[in-house]
């Protein structure tokens, strides 16, 4: 079946540091990939999404390539800040209908 | 915009008592959704729908139900409240009209049953 392995958390980083959070996918077909984010006590929100092989997602600095050749869609960021802090999910889409199939979720704390 | 509005924010039951989380959306999308969230779990869909009068299981429909009478309601029902369903709920909607369209989630409701 269809499943999202993320890498384990937490991750905690300085400011200013670079960031990856490691994503891969099992999926039959054609997924599309999306990166989510949740703040402290709220819902998620989409960070970025990619729908088809080599495409690159990104927003607000933060990018993801869809590489079916290794499954995977790493989210990086090249300098991160302290208002990064939050919990990160990736996801696949392999129906018409919406649902998706998400990660365990990756919470990234950032010092200043 | 009020989006994706979900009541109540917490609830504390005891085992075996029954309640409905409500969940309201004002954007017209078709397609909504139930997820719980448990620690180091991610989100795990429930119930689904496609539209009024239609639903579907997700990955862990058991001890739940839902109905979905108009477009912008589609509330959940716990009818004999377990411990395991100690939890946080998101309830989510997204539009048909566009394909990969993003999911707008609530801010969940949290449930603790003793």
């Known amino acids: 079946g269809n499943s999202v392995t993320q890498m384990e958390g937490p991750v905690t980083l300085s400011e200013e540091a670079f960031l990856t959070i490691n994503c891969t996918y099992t999926?039959?077909?054609?997924?599309?990939l999306f990166w989510y984010v949740q703040y402290p006590g709220e819902g998620l929100q989409l960070l970025l999404k990619a729908t088809k092989a080599d495409d690159k997602g990104s927003n607000k600095g933060f990018e993801a390539t869809y590489r079916k050749e290794t499954t995977s869609f790493h989210l990086e960021k090249g300098s991160v800040q302290v208002s990064d802090s939050a919990v990160y999910f990736c996801?696949?889409?392999?129906?018409?209908?919406?649902?998706?199939?998400f990660g365990q979720g990756t919470t990234l704390q950032v010092k200043p | 915009n009020a989006g994706v509005t979900q009541t109540p924010k917490f609830r504390i039951l005891k085992i075996g008592q029954s309640m409905t989380l409500q969940c309201a959306q004002d954007m017209n999308h078709n397609y909504m959704y139930w997820y719980r969230q448990d620690p180091g779990m991610g989100l795990k869909l429930i119930y689904y729908?496609?539209?009024?009068?239609?639903?579907d299981k997700g990955e862990v429909p058991n001890g739940y139900n839902v109905s979905r009478s108009t477009t912008e309601d589609f509330p959940l029902r716990l009818e004999l409240a377990a411990p395991s369903q100690t939890s946080v709920y998101f309830c989510?909607?997204?539009?048909?009209?566009?394909?990969?369209?993003?999911?707008?989630f609530g801010n969940g409701t949290r449930l603790t049953v003793t």
């Open positions: 996801a696949l889409s392999a129906s018409n209908t919406g649902k998706l199939i």
């Open positions: 729908s496609v539209g009024a009068g239609i639903t």
């Open positions: 989510a909607s997204s539009t048909d009209r566009e394909l990969n369209s993003p999911l707008h």
């Open positions: 999926a039959t077909g054609y997924p599309s």
